[in-house]
């Protein structure tokens, strides 16, 4: 390369960073030198070259402490640090080669040359396809993370080559030294920089793989360690229990005989292998043995054995399994009972009703015989037998007796050892008796029965419990029962899982036993059908399954397929476990009362009062219009509306609900919640969290929100379940609709809702009524419009979130026009997003004019609109086609209709005597002097317009016309068009929620990612096109100067502000069509008709409830 193309440039030299182009990197500079170089850059381009050092430590860098090769951009920001350094954003642009250097001047210098990147037309096709591979081993290396997940969704948008790729990945390989970096960004021949930027994502793909495997395989042995001492611990208690006092003769004894037995080495080695074995047996082997999981449950049931065994008797507590069907609370009371080597008897109380159940008959009764309770001990042939009273919650009581009371008795432990049975007459000891209670609710249980007892829950089982269930009891206990032997039958892994989501929706694993069985009953049928002794084996795919057992009657995803308006996921406990449920709410024209259906339980409908007293309350804080209130019926239902619903815990989701329906914000769809509501906003504890999140991993829920006051049981959650979901805490429901609306909704001001309500009061909303007579064909809207100047012309005008731009492009379809842009932002390139632009489908339908014309960086102003128009107008007509004129700036359409006042320039020294008094009398000073000058224009402009009447008191003071006579004298001048107004009337209300709903949607779409890219274009972030609402707050926050939510809120306060201002120039024109914003193209035709025969004066059909609002 000559050296004409060799750049001088200041020059950093970096310690452990190589910087790559595309990076926009913030670094920190300390040394003198290197401060110089930056200063030097600031004062001449801000462009300097940055070059990674050979030794991190050395702090007075030379020649050969440097790389030969660096990279070049420009200082973006510069902020100087509390402790004298200094934090730079720099832009890198291009790789550079370093041909000298000089260190002797009071800053770094370098002189460089550009590095082109290297690559032949051969090498292209292993180009494409390293590229391809490199992007899709992306998430092996980065992993699942949230972080992550971002950086790999930003990569597979954006369009990059090879050599881009490469310069975005390198500096996100946290493991790879500076060295092997510098070696990349040194390496000019694109298909080898590809080959090694692969091979190290593979490398560290592996590493990390092997690290998961490492840390896995740690944590098992260091769990399995602390889990063999905790149960080694607890052996002695059981082993008393069973009555080895001493809890080590029995091994001892063995220990001996193999010590004087004459055994073979080999015949020793077992015996000792066995010894070992039978003293690591766990003292919960006989609960591990038929029940899987349930370590908490099993825990305390060996301590409560302990305890007992310990002082010597079985009083205190009586232990009651509360849990949904088929969890395992009947067997695991067997179990307990041959753990303890007790005879195990059960009494069935569902639907008892008669105390002499439990009593006994006297024996006057014909057919009198003993009472439940010594039938039980006479079948148990023994006086300390474990007496499982079964479903205690479902006691009856009748004119009979209360059995509930009769228990209290036989529970006691304080009496029951004179228990008297009405048959026998005698006293009977029951102390010795080991009595366990089991129930579906708690709640259900009599409370002086409940107060003797001690609860041990029972929770539902996860996926990952119940597949170990599945497969380690349930399959070979069905093999046996239908006599399959091994090998003939084998169920694949994904088969089991599949099962239980499609065909099972339980807590327990009943319905789980009788799919298996089921499955085992359809195998059996087909191998027996097969002909000859050489049966083949059948293997249980999920297709396989699926043609077994039919249409699955569950949903594993229950969740919803996208985020709604007035539809939040909530979290339910029922007695079988837990459920999600949709609270659906929606809205119609009415009086203001609220309607409750789907088979909703007393305290739900009080939590849905509450939570619409709390909104109403807090309206204006939560961007409601406290008026929908008044004119609109609220119905709020929850689907199958035959189960009945009740419970305190649906508050917070039906808050969400009526605050996204009244707000327009929709619910996100992966977020389920669960909380009681109060008055005051706060979010109380619920119950049954485990099966709630159970049932939320169940339906596909991926993050949850819960009362902060719940956190402490969110120790008893499996691994599995929190590993999958997030878990939320919320204190207040401001929390809760923070993180379950696509975005928070925006406060309103007490004079927004005043001027809201007075507008909304003005308007007539009965459009349900309008008739319209029959559709006319476009020729007739020509000889309507058109003509020779003045042109009459339909201008479609509104507030921002009106529906004008949708109503303009039907009408437009439907009547053969073309759109002319009335839009101050739609004119610039590159800013489609916030500036609401038509979609390219939509303006390769019509043709639409004055869009995407300037560059961000240049200005258009009104007289250029007034130009463009004038000249778009008349060519429109020519082609037998109608001019519709739409836009939300109201000085262009000013200039079109009226044309533009022209003024002499104002002399510089009026300029700068109204400046003064501005600056010295202030702006109260400045309108009275308007006031006395020009009292017309003064009156008509806001005292806040400080641009207006500065303008205005120029013209008067430089001997002009007032301002007010020029408009007037302009006014009555001739026009190029006549304008027919056109304006969608929508309630105020409706107005602010469309805005707040369609700022969050064009966040979503890529508005921020959208000004990003203008400004990596170059343009500068004061440029005209990025002053506009929208791009203006996204610069603010893509600087960091302020966070997502204040930009979210910034440019919705902003949007309404204009859309008053829209209002308040609307308000002047006495002439305008009012329609219903969801109006026809065919109804508006005829509308206009209508119109254009009334301002003509030809009659008075003017009828289509045309008043215009009251702003």
């Known amino acids: 390369m000559s050296k004409k193309n060799h750049i001088r440039l200041p020059m ?37 070259v940055v070059v990674a050092q050979k030794n991190a430590r050395s ?203 004459k055994l073979t080495p080999e015949a020793k080695e077992v015996a000792e292998r066995e010894l070992k074995r039978l003293k690591g047996m766990s003292p919960a082997g006989n609960l591990d043995e038929d029940h899987y999981g349930l370590e908490k449950v099993k825990e305390r049931i060996i301590e409560f054995l302990a305890v007992s065994k310990n002082i010597g008797t079985v009083k205190g507590p009586i232990i009651c399994l509360v849990g949904p069907p088929g969890v395992g609370k009947t067997s695991l009371a067997r179990s307990i009972g041959k753990c303890l080597n007790r005879s195990f008897v059960r009494i069935s109380l569902g639907g008892v009703r008669d105390e002499a159940e439990i009593r006994g008959h006297r024996r006057t009764y014909i057919g009198a015989m003993p009472g439940k309770i010594l039938q039980m001990m006479k079948k148990a042939k023994s006086s300390n037998p474990l007496i499982l009273l079964d479903e205690v919650d479902k006691l009856g009581r009748s004119y009979m007796g209360d059995p ?30 080991l009595f366990l209670c089991t129930a579906n609710t708690a709640q259900d249980i009599p409370p002086a029965l409940y107060d003797r007892m001690e609860i041990i829950r029972l929770s539902g089982y996860t996926e990952p419990e119940k597949v170990c269930i599945t497969q380690k009891h349930l399959i070979p206990k069905q093999m046996e029962e239908n006599g399959i032997s091994a090998g003939k039958v084998r169920f694949r892994k994904e088969a089991i899982p599949y099962i239980i989501r499609h065909y099972t929706r339980e807590a327990g694993i009943r319905s789980l036993e009788r799919a298996v069985g089921k499955v085992c009953r359809k195998a059996v049928t087909e191998l027996m059908k097969q002909s000859g002794d050489a049966k083949k084996n059948i293997s249980l795919t999920q297709k396989k399954i699926r043609e077994y057992m039919g ?87 929850i689907p199958e509306g035959a189960t009945p619903k009740d419970g305190p815990s649906a508050g917070i989701t039906l808050v969400t609900a009526l605050v996204s329906l009244f707000t327009s914000i929709a619910v996100r769809k992966e ?181 995407d014309i300037i560059a961000p960086d240049a200005r258009y102003n009104a007289g250029e609109f007034c130009r463009d128009s004038r000249r778009l107008i008349p060519e429109i007509f020519s082609r037998q086609r109608i001019p519709v004129i739409t836009g939300g700036t109201p000085l262009y359409i000013r200039a079109l209709v009226h044309g533009l006042i022209d003024t002499p320039e104002t002399p510089a020294h009026i300029k700068t005597h109204i400046q003064k008094m501005f600056a ?52 009555f001048s001739g026009h190029f068009i006549r304008p027919l107004y056109i304006m969608p009337n929508i309630l105020r209300s409706l107005l602010y929620a469309n805005i707040n709903r369609r700022t969050a949607q064009m966040i979503k779409e890529g508005g921020i990612e959208e000004t990003q890219n203008v400004l990596e274009m170059g343009y500068a972030p004061d440029c005209p096109g990025l002053q506009s609402i929208g791009y203006k707050q996204a610069v603010q926050y893509l600087r960091g100067q302020i966070s997502l939510d204040s930009m979210t809120e910034e440019i919705a306060k902003h949007t309404r502000r204009y859309a008053k201002r829209q209002l308040t120039w609307y308000r002047q024109y006495t002439d305008i069509l009012y329609v219903p914003p969801e109006i026809t193209p065919d109804k508006l035709t005829e509308a206009i008709r209508t119109h254009i025969t009334y301002l003509s004066g030809a009659d008075k059909l003017y009828s289509i409830h045309n008043k215009p609002p009251s702003h």
């Open 920 to 971: 010295d009398k202030g702006a109260d000073y400045c309108r009275q002097e308007l006031q006395r000058l020009d009292p017309d224009t003064a009156a008509r402009l806001k005292p806040n317009d400080r641009q207006r009447i500065l303008r205005a008191l120029e013209i008067v003071l430089s001997g002009q016309s007032p301002i007010s006579s020029l408009q007037a004298s302009h006014r």
């Open 12 to 48: 950093l030299p970096m310690r452990d960073t190589v910087v790559f182009p595309g990076m926009n990197c913030p670094f920190f500079i300390g040394r003198v030198q290197s401060l110089e170089s930056l200063q030097y850059a600031l004062q001449n381009d801000r462009r300097l």
């Open 404 to 433: 509930a009371a009769a228990l209290l008795e036989v529970l006691d432990p304080e009496q029951n050892n004179t228990f008297m049975d009405h048959f026998l007459e005698v006293e009977y000891d029951l102390s010795k008796v």
């Open 59 to 261: 702090e007075n860098p030379g020649p050969e402490d440097i790389y030969a090769v660096g990279t070049v951009g420009r200082v973006l920001q510069v902020m100087k640090m509390p402790n004298n350094t200094v934090k730079v954003l720099f832009e890198a642009e291009y790789r550079c080669r370093i041909i000298s250097t000089n260190f002797d001047l009071p800053h770094y210098a370098a002189v460089t040359e550009v590095i082109n990147d290297e690559s032949s037309p051969e090498e292209a096709r292993q180009i494409a396809s390293l590229h391809r591979m490199i992007r899709k081993s992306l998430p092996g290396y980065f992993g699942r993370e949230n972080r992550n997940n971002e950086i790999i969704s930003s990569l597979e948008k954006e369009e990059l080559n090879a050599n881009e790729l490469i310069n975005r990945i390198a500096p996100l390989l946290d493991n790879i030294d500076t060295e092997k970096k510098q070696a990349l960004l040194e390496n000019t021949h694109t298909l080898s920089r590809l080959e090694d930027l692969y091979q190290k994502l593979i490398e560290e793909e592996e590493n990390k793989k092997l690290e998961t495997k490492i840390r896995q395989h740690i944590n098992t042995q260091i769990g399995k360690t602390h889990r063999e001492y905790y149960l080694n611990e607890q052996m002695k208690a059981i082993q008393k229990e069973l009555g080895n006092e001493d809890g080590k003769s029995e091994t001892s004894e063995f220990e001996e005989k193999i010590k004087t037995l």
């Open 671 to 851: 977020v389920a919640m669960t909380g009681e509501i109060t008055l005051r906003g706060k979010v109380l504890p619920i119950g049954g969290l485990k099966e709630k999140l159970i049932a939320a991993r169940r339906s596909g829920i991926t993050e949850v929100i819960i009362p902060k006051d719940n956190l402490k049981d969110m120790e008893d959650i499996p691994e599995e379940i929190k590993s999958e979901i997030r878990i939320i805490p919320a204190e207040h429901i401001s929390e809760v609709l923070k993180h379950a609306l696509e975005q928070m909704p925006t406060a309103v001001d007490d004079a927004d809702i005043k001027e809201s309500e007075n507008a909304d009061s003005a308007q007539d909303k009965n459009f349900g009524d309008i008739k319209y007579p029959g559709v006319p064909a476009s020729e007739l809207l020509l000889s309507l419009f058109g003509g020779t100047e003045p042109y009459r012309v339909p201008i479609i005008v509104g507030p921002t979130g009106s529906g004008k731009s949708r109503l303009a492009l039907e009408f437009a379809k439907y009547i053969n026009g073309e759109i002319i842009s009335a839009d101050s932002v739609s004119v610039y390139q590159h800013l489609n997003i916030f500036s609401a632009k038509p979609s390219p489908t939509d303006r390769q339908h019509i043709p639409h004019h004055l869009i």
């Open 551 to 637: 249409v699955p009657p569950y949903n594993f995803d229950r969740s919803n397929d996208k985020n709604e308006i007035g539809v939040a996921t909530g979290l339910a406990w029922t007695s079988f476990g837990g459920d999600i449920l949709f609270i659906e709410v929606t809205d119609m024209k009415g009086k203001g009362t609220i309607q409750l259906t789907g088979k909703l339980g007393e305290v739900m409908k009080e939590s849905a009062a509450a939570a619409l007293s709390y909104i109403r309350t807090n309206a204006n804080s939560l961007g409601i219009y406290s008026r929908i209130f008044k004119e609109r019926d609220i119905h709020v239902h």
